[in-house]
């Protein structure tokens, strides 16, 4: 058995058909985590007595001829910004590793647990994650399983890296400024931030960490897999404010077959540095997409500038809202250095320039929309990110040089609260993987996803 080369659809139908049984596929998981994480650590928790009992019910109703959702069986691991109930949600923080075990499940969870799926855990990531390396100071660095020296990107590391390894074929992720695609075109996977409000954030008296920009969503090693998983979450939660109602039909059977590569896209490094290696690997993709009869229309400029002080702006005011009263105590200095950078910069943003920063958001999303108008496309193709993997703990690289803005394809998505996607294209010389990220229209997620299906298929 190996969750990377068998489909959802297919694992599940295999259980409720009792050709393989929940407990086999959690137990599948369980071993592949024992053989493989100790050099990766993906995992930060784990509780396998718990998973095997919750596989024993599904089967046991199965017998009995009950409902068990499309997702029967299926073993998950869940982010550690979220909580699962059994578990301590420690955001990847010193500060809450001794905090007590969550008594219920976020809303993506209990859906998913609804649906059939088995926590076996929680995947690492960077404290409250702040950054697109997975490394916390309560659970050290998550490794790529393609190559262990390397990051294996963030915020979601641990959920892609587990994916991308074969420890279970299905993971929670979110997105607040890339987190699930940086991680995923890091490591050999699609990935998919829905439009903001698609996926509730769930809540009762405070929103996620990264405010009006986050989005939680599903993680799985083919596309089609993630809009299976996604029709199981989508839909507004009454906890939620900001979610949005659901009116169309499921997303998934607009991908479950062929799916017709668009007619036209277009394609813009939108002025920023590349890596010329990654460059060259997205123009091979891109010959590649157009054999396939798409149109692709180069395109100069979409953004006026580069939105990175409008969303550090937002991102250092959520933290310091949440973290700033622990400064100048004992519990600061247990806090990641470079979280704490981050919570001071927001000293320098005051009420008004807060306001600013979500105004700017409407004139990025109104350039976005322009551009779309002006060259009669809704699909943007752009690179996931511009440099290469960077070593565990280090930035990405352009061009042999660490660069701070190697992932400054993805916040301007979270900004204007738009679909947003990434593809394998290729990988470098060094075996690693390279991302090409396609950008959508704001709520027009089936366009995105047929999209991102068909170049998948296109690309192999």
């Known amino acids: 058995m190996d969750f990377r080369g068998t489909s959802l659809l297919e694992l ?33 928790a784990v509780d396998g007595d718990r998973a095997l009992a919750d596989a024993d019910l599904i089967d046991r109703r199965i017998a009995a001829g009950a409902e068990v959702g499309p997702l029967a069986g299926i073993p998950i691991g869940v982010k550690d910004l979220e909580d699962a109930a059994g578990f301590v949600t420690t955001y990847g923080s010193a500060l809450h590793v001794d905090d007590a075990p969550a008594q219920a499940d976020a809303t993506v969870v209990a859906r998913l647990r609804t649906a059939g799926c088995v926590v076996l855990g929680k995947t690492n990531t960077p404290e409250h994650g702040w950054t697109s390396d997975t490394t916390s100071p309560a659970f050290g660095a998550t490794r790529n399983p393609i190559d262990l020296e390397r990051s294996a990107g963030g915020s979601s590391g641990g959920s892609a890296a587990a994916l991308a390894a074969g420890m279970v074929p299905l993971a929670t992720g979110s997105d607040g400024g890339g987190s699930i695609r940086i991680p995923s075109a890091l490591c050999g996977l699609p990935g998919f931030m829905p439009s903001h409000g698609r996926v509730p954030n769930g809540g009762t008296t405070r929103g996620p960490g990264s405010g009006v920009m986050g989005v939680k969503g599903p993680m799985a090693g083919r596309m089609r897999d993630v809009a299976y998983a996604l029709d199981v979450v989508l839909g507004p939660d009454p906890l939620d404010p900001y979610s949005v109602p659901t009116h169309d039909a499921p997303w998934f059977p607009d991908v479950a077959g062929y799916v017709a590569p668009p007619r036209r896209v277009l394609w813009s490094t939108m002025g920023y540095d590349v890596d010329t290696e990654v460059r060259s690997i997205c123009d091979a993709a891109l010959r590649r997409i157009e054999g396939a009869g ?9 953004l006026t500038d580069d939105p990175v002080w409008t969303f550090l702006q ?9 973290q700033g009263h622990l400064r100048d105590t004992p519990d600061w200095e247990r806090i990641d250095p470079g979280l704490r950078g981050q919570i001071d910069f927001a000293a320098h943003v005051d009420a008004p320039a807060f306001a600013s920063a979500l105004d700017a958001c409407y004139r990025y999303n109104a350039e976005f929309e322009a551009c779309f108008d002006a060259h009669g496309a809704d699909l943007l193709l752009t690179p996931t990110v511009a440099g290469q993997t960077g070593l565990v703990g280090r930035p990405g690289t352009i061009d042999g040089e660490e660069r701070l803005d190697w992932v400054r394809y993805t916040y301007p998505c979270n900004l204007t609260r738009r679909p947003a996607g990434t ?5 470098t010389a060094d075996g690693m993987p ?22 998948e298929d296109v690309l192999g």
């Open 314 to 322: 937002l991102w250092s005011v959520y933290r310091a809202r949440a």
């Open 12 to 44: 599940s139908a295999r259980v409720q058909a009792r050709e393989v049984s929940a407990r086999e596929l959690v137990g599948h998981a369980l071993a592949q985590i024992e053989r493989h994480d100790g050099a990766i650590n993906a995992f930060v």
């Open 434 to 455: 390279v991302g090409l990220q396609v950008v959508g229209r704001r709520l027009d997620d089936r366009t995105v996803l047929r999209a991102l299906t068909a170049i």
């Open 294 to 302: 798409v149109e692709v229309v180069p395109v100069e400029q979409v």
């Open 423 to 427: 593809v394998p294209a290729g990988r």
